[in-house]
């Protein structure tokens, strides 16, 4: 019996493994990254770097890079050259071309364009930029777009590729990109810096490291976990939903419900470095962040303080307050409307209420408080029937501290209606829709008490 009880829990942890490994391979599957190489084949690409040619060192680890980048399931690639159709002088700034777009399997054509490029004109880095918006096919769900540029100079027609960037990033149609510059002047960096994340390569036999160090953020995602916090400084608030946004486009990013995994701790998540975030807690009220930055390949912890208690709006006569809502409001903004006998979490503090009883109940300074339900009881109700003669205008008022305050317009056609009414004393005025004159209104006083009802007749 007992190595059959083994059997079984072996036999349900295979199950468990491939299930997880499948649900990780369907995870991975639905996020494809599509990487752009904008390759710099314009006149300076002669040049001498070192002991080699630019041109002739930058496509060796662009080449060695789409060999790696082949074997990837979830990678596709394409290459726009600039500089290479027109000699200088003169200045052709529409010198760009998508020499091999997006499609599976193109590494090898790639390839051999890089091996065949023979730089001649001129830097239309902002152009090319602008023209990349067409390169990369629809956006659809769970697709990255990134730009990877190599670059030995700046912008030289009259195109501003900050400008551009910032455009297509907030268009959503790319992450920021990575620019790589070849021995460019240490001056040149700040022309970079606005466009997207600039590395300067200042030594031939690291630019190979560039190149892998760019491939690993833009493949790799990073761990990171959101701790709600407690009164008590601890992350043991959990079951509320989290939005990140993409801070450049608006754009919804991730959006997950927050979970305390079997440990006890905030559960991990695996999110794009690429992005900066702002980061909405769907507590109530809701808890905002702005941009929030993920360090590749360092483990993120984003701390939101997140104390929470219960409130719940509680009456004894369900049936005649079952649609019954209260208004939650922070000094007079609403932030929530909720239902009679429904607990709700809120962030801890004081909160006025508005329950919309007939005559609505203003109830102030209402203390929420770590981990414990606040009650409210609403008094229980009775009931008016009230009856008109005939058609006319008729107002209910309720009297307050010696004052009559308006409740309610019974409408001009009904000759009966019946009103669920908290305790109190009340005043009715009636005028026959026929009577052309203020003195022929009718007045009636009645009160109402918890559980009764009474009939009400001019």
Request: hydrophobic share 35%; charged share 20%.
């Amino acid at each position: 019996m007992k190595l059959y009880s083994h059997l079984i829990i072996a036999l349900l942890a295979v199950i468990f493994a491939q299930t997880s490994f499948a649900q990780n391979k369907a995870s991975k599957a639905e996020e494809k990254t599509r990487i752009l190489f904008i390759f710099d084949a314009s006149q300076s690409m002669n040049g001498y770097w070192e002991k080699s040619k630019k041109i002739d060192i930058a496509r060796k680890f662009l080449i060695r890079m789409v060999d790696s980048l082949e074997c990837e399931n979830n990678v596709e690639m394409a290459l726009r050259v600039y500089g290479h159709q027109s000699p200088v002088p003169p200045q052709d700034c529409n010198d760009t071309k998508l020499e091999v777009p997006f499609s599976p399997n193109n590494a090898g054509k790639i390839r051999q364009t890089l091996r065949y490029l023979i730089p001649k004109g001129t830097t239309p880095i902002a152009h090319s930029l602008e023209l990349s918006a067409n390169d990369f096919p629809i956006t659809e769900n769970g697709i990255r777009n990134v730009v990877i540029l190599i670059t030995d100079g700046v912008e030289a027609c009259d195109g501003d590729p900050c400008e551009v960037s910032d455009k297509l990033q907030k268009a959503g149609i790319i992450l920021k990109p990575f620019i790589i510059g070849i021995g460019l002047d240490v001056n040149f960096k700040s022309s970079f810096e606005c466009i997207g994340n600039f590395l300067q390569v200042e030594q031939e036999e690291k630019f190979g490291g560039t190149l892998e160090y760019v491939m690993s953020q833009v493949l790799n995602k990073t761990s990171a976990q959101v701790n709600l916090i407690d009164a008590n400084g601890s992350p043991t608030e959990t079951n509320v939903a989290m939005t990140f946004y993409n801070k450049v486009s608006g754009k919804v990013r991730y959006q997950f419900m927050h979970t305390i995994n079997a440990k006890g701790n905030p559960d991990t998540l695996y999110i794009d470095p690429l992005l900066t975030y702002n980061i909405t807690i769907h507590t109530i009220p809701e808890l905002h962040r702005d941009s929030v930055t993920i360090q590749p390949g360092k483990h993120t912890k984003i701390g939101f303080d997140t104390p929470q208690g219960f409130l719940k709006i509680e009456s004894n006569r369900t049936n005649m307050y079952k649609d019954l809502q209260t208004l939650v409001k922070i000094d007079t903004q609403i932030i929530n409307t909720q239902k009679v006998n429904q607990s709700i979490k809120y962030i801890t503090g004081k909160y006025n209420l508005e329950v919309l009883t007939l005559p609505r109940i203003a109830i102030p300074n209402v203390t929420i408080a770590q981990s414990t339900t606040t009650s409210i009881k609403i008094p229980q109700p009775g009931l008016a029937t009230i009856f008109k003669p005939s058609s006319g205008p008729c107002s209910l008022f309720v009297q307050r501290k010696g004052k009559l305050e308006w409740i309610y317009d019974i409408d001009d056609k009904k000759l009966r209606e019946t009103l669920t009414l908290q305790p109190g004393v009340y005043h009715v005025i009636y005028r026959n829709k026929n009577a052309s004159l203020s003195q022929n209104s009718r007045k009636t006083s009645f009160e109402i008490f918890s559980g009764k009802s009474r009939s009400v007749r001019f």
